[in-house]
């Protein structure tokens, strides 16, 4: 009886054996049952379009970035596709909660400096700015009429000085994000200078009485054909990287839930192993046939989960 030799002999007795070139030849007393190896199970593709039935998404609406690299807003409970440069890279991975201290994500209301103007953007010269409203209606931006205007930094007016100075960070013809982090020393007014050139010319967003803490404040940009600088998706928030943008009304403070993604074992796997888009891998153990993905720990939109393999 050849027997390959990828298969296990249980339960056998009595049992002679002699190894032959191409298997083992068995002379046998008594009966053997031959175990067979497990069989594989097919990888997740999370580049595909449809999501496996094997995961599932639990979370808020969202922001992601969609197959013409706008901004678009998920429906609850969605994890969709996203896209960089028009290619399809996978899906973010599942977010912390976090709140968005940023008023008006809109540019509602924006005013020229002026004595006693309180409004939540501010810039240097009203006729310098106009905000555009994309396709979806959600992330409106605020456009430059000069080229330059590419300084970003954090002002407290409780103190009457830059937290972070306003520095440059390369911008170019596609969603750049840019941001800073920074500690808040005490209770004050922030200003958020998402497009400077210098002193006389600048657009920040105003943020009223932050707490003290840790933050990041993020701006996503991109350069016009004519080489003005737009910025949408501005954002304060906790912690030390930026996660999806929330927006915010005029007068709102809003916070986004975390997000929880979940795999269910198809069979006699032990766990998984999650592959992303900078070459990073993680293993994580089934427990009670579930593994349930880490929260990102870096800024949003720098990398994606492209594939869930089973280990057997």
């Not at 901004?71 to 290619?87: C, K």
Request: overall charge negative; glycine content about 8%.
């Amino acid at each position: 009886m050849i027997i390959p030799k990828s298969h296990r002999i249980i339960g056998s007795k009595n049992v002679q054996t002699r190894v032959l070139a191409d298997g083992v030849l068995v002379s046998f007393g008594g009966n053997i049952s031959i175990a067979p190896e497990p069989p594989e199970i097919a990888d997740i593709d999370l580049t595909a379009l449809t999501l496996d039935p094997r995961v599932t998404y639990t979370g808020p609406a969202h922001t992601y970035f969609d197959s013409n690299g706008q901004f678009a807003i998920s429906a609850a409970n969605e994890w969709p596709l996203e896209y960089v440069n028009g290619v399809a890279v996978g899906r973010s991975e599942p977010e912390p909660e976090s709140k968005n201290y940023q008023l008006d994500s809109a540019f509602s209301s924006i005013s020229e400096t002026q004595q006693g103007e309180d409004t939540a953007w501010i810039t240097s010269q009203s006729a310098g700015v106009t905000v555009s409203q994309p396709d979806d209606g959600t992330f409106f931006g605020i456009e430059t009429n000069k080229p330059g205007w590419e300084l970003i930094g954090v002002f407290s007016e409780g103190t009457g000085a830059f937290i972070v100075p306003a520095t440059d960070t390369p911008v170019d013809n596609s969603w750049t994000v840019a941001n800073r982090t920074f500690t808040n020393p005490s209770l004050a007014r922030i200003r958020f200078y998402i497009a400077r050139l210098d002193s006389q010319n600048y657009v920040y967003g105003r943020v009223p009485d932050l707490p003290v803490g840790d933050y990041i404040a993020t701006v996503w940009r991109e350069l016009t054909s004519e080489g003005f600088v737009q910025c949408r998706a501005s954002q304060i928030e906790p912690g030390t990287f930026s996660t999806s943008p929330i927006f915010n009304e005029a007068t709102a403070q809003n916070t986004r839930a975390a997000s929880s993604v979940t795999i269910t074992n198809p069979g006699p796997a032990t766990g998984i192993t999650v592959q992303y888009s900078d070459g990073n891998t993680a293993s994580i153990s089934f427990v009670n046939d579930v593994a349930t993905l880490p929260l990102m720990n870096q800024t949003w939109g720098s990398r994606y989960i492209t594939r869930i393999s089973f280990e057997v």
